[in-house]
Nanobody, 126 residues
Framework: QVQLVESGGGLVHTGGSLKLSCAAS????????IGWFRQAPGKEREGVSW????????EYADSVKGRFIISRDNAKNTVYLQMTDLKPEDTAVYYC???????????????????WGQGTQVTVSS
């Protein structure tokens, strides 16, 4: 059974950092594309970053480029999202998602994924 569990969220001040974890079970994460998404109150869920299967190619939303880094630890079957220079507009529930295959260019679209975690809250205070 495919399961994703996010952790690492919390409350930080503007300019602070957090590292989110997405622990995978029931499947081998390196064989799946893994995406990070977020949803702020009253807004639609948006793609933040994703990492491709096998080769680990990455892509970022323009709003987080240069501040967030996605990575994968194959030994721990876990994908991370290191977030730095956090801003109040980064406040949201962050979700990770997995898919066997993702069409190139579609990695930040939620419809590309069919397995989702429950989310972890990130709050950035000004």
């Amino acid at each position: 059974q495919v399961q994703l569990v996010e952790s690492g969220g919390g409350l930080v001040h503007t300019g602070g950092s957090l590292k989110l974890s997405c622990a995978a079970s029931g499947f081998t994460a390196k064989n799946y594309a893994i995406g990070w998404f977020r949803q702020a109150p009253g807004k639609e869920r948006e793609g933040v970053s994703w990492i491709s299967s096998i080769y680990g190619n990455t892509e970022y939303a323009d709003s987080v480029k240069g501040r967030f880094i996605i990575s994968r630890d194959n030994a721990k079957n876990t994908v991370y999202l290191q977030m730095t220079d956090l801003k109040p507009e980064d406040t949201a529930v962050y979700y990770c998602a997995a898919a066997v295959t993702v069409v190139r260019g579609w990695g930040l679209l939620q419809d590309s994924y069919d397995n989702w975690g429950q989310g972890t809250q990130v709050t950035v205070s000004s």
